[in-house]
């Protein structure tokens, strides 16, 4: 009996001992989506900073799906992460409950467009980690067999239609057909049109919006140049593409390690006609609610060091919010031989006016542009 009383005794010092020890440590809670492969590379990123900052833990949720229907979960019910990864298209609907990074990076390392993207009332809730912007991804082969020259980073958006036509034969489509409304919206901006006005005025039916949407599914049910739904079947885009059944795939950098790894084709990349593709960001933000704010701010910027969004450059997922990463060797190396035109596209491209009640609106005119 006096053994286990003794035992019971060192076991309660020992608890005690720890959670002393655990007071003395910050833990961060910190939200981010992403793949698998994502998390391999942000893993190590977390251990050298916690190494480097022995007094901080960072609690990762990974959340990769319904990530903003969780996090809304979380702030509602006083949950919200110290540090949260967002993106500019529901960055209006948490701004009033993020703090603002403006004083704590040097902007003109930036690229404008993400600065500008994860700002609201000219102040800057989060740091930029990348910026997006849709490319057309060609297949250089099918191409070749018909004949064609590749497009030039001038062309129109009827010189895209044209070639879509001469590529389209009993094997392959020329272009790429989807019912959603990521896709749908540099068409809608090459014909002067969009979402919202920079007012914010809606104008996804006004003239200009009616024309891009018409020319859009006209591709597939007018031209036959891009497959319809039925056609598609359960198949995406891009298994369409790397089956070499796609000549001309509109998508984002997300595609390139995916098309590194499988294409057994030889395959390159154009800017959208017109540089009309919109571009979007994401970066870290900071909950207002935290009560470790100055933890969270030497995280978020050491994960933004040039070092460190070279490390989530690397495998291709990304286009560098940083202009000194997107324009080292490190990301403009490799396939497709003209990344450069990400950049490009980039700097051409402007930010669409966010509301916060963005994806309300492009979830009703998803339903009114492809319910026919």
Request: glycine share 4%; charged share 20%; hydrophobic share 40%.
């Amino acid at each position: 009996m006096i053994k286990k009383i003794f035992t019971l005794f060192c076991l309660c010092v020992l608890l005690t001992g720890c959670g002393n020890k655990n007071n003395n440590i910050t833990v961060l809670k910190f939200s981010t989506w992403g793949s698998a492969s994502e998390m391999k590379i942000l893993a190590p990123i977390i251990k050298e900073f916690e190494l480097k900052n022995p007094d901080i833990k960072i609690e990762l949720m990974h959340i990769p799906q319904d990530y903003f229907k969780k996090l809304h979960l979380l702030f509602a019910s006083n949950l919200a992460p110290d540090v949260i990864f967002i993106n500019n298209l529901n960055l209006p609907v948490y701004k009033n409950f993020l703090i603002k990074l403006d004083n704590y990076i040097d902007k003109k390392e930036y690229f404008e467009q993400p600065i500008s993207a994860l700002s609201c009332d000219g102040n800057l809730y989060a740091i930029p980690r990348d910026i997006s912007v849709m490319v057309i991804y060609y297949n250089k082969d099918i191409f070749n067999k018909h004949h064609i020259s590749y497009p030039a980073n001038n062309w129109t958006i009827d010189d895209m239609l044209k070639i879509a036509i001469k590529l389209t034969d009993k094997n392959s489509w020329g272009i790429s057909y989807e019912q959603n409304m990521n896709y749908i919206i540099p068409y809608l901006q090459a014909f002067n049109g969009g979402i919202l006005d920079k007012n914010y005025n809606y104008i996804g039916e006004n003239p200009n919006s009616k024309k891009g949407a018409k020319f859009y599914n006209d591709l597939a049910y007018k031209y036959h140049c891009a497959p319809t739904v039925a056609q598609t079947g359960s198949k995406t885009q891009a298994q369409l593409f790397l089956e070499g059944k796609l000549a001309m795939h509109l998508t984002g950098r997300w595609m390139i390690p995916k098309y590194r790894e499988c294409a057994n084709f030889d395959w390159d990349i154009i800017n959208f006609p017109k540089c009309s593709a919109p571009s979007d960001a994401s970066g870290w933000a900071i909950s207002k609610t935290s009560k470790h704010k100055d933890s969270a701010i030497k995280f978020v910027l050491f994960l933004s060091e040039k070092r460190n969004i070279a490390k989530i450059s690397n495998d291709g997922l990304i286009v560098p919010a940083r202009r000194d990463v997107a324009n080292s060797d490190e990301f403009l190396s490799g396939k497709p031989h003209h990344s450069d035109l990400f950049l490009y596209s980039v700097e051409h491209s402007n930010v669409s006016p966010i509301s916060n009640k963005y994806n309300q609106i492009t979830d009703k005119l998803n339903d009114k542009l492809f319910n026919f």
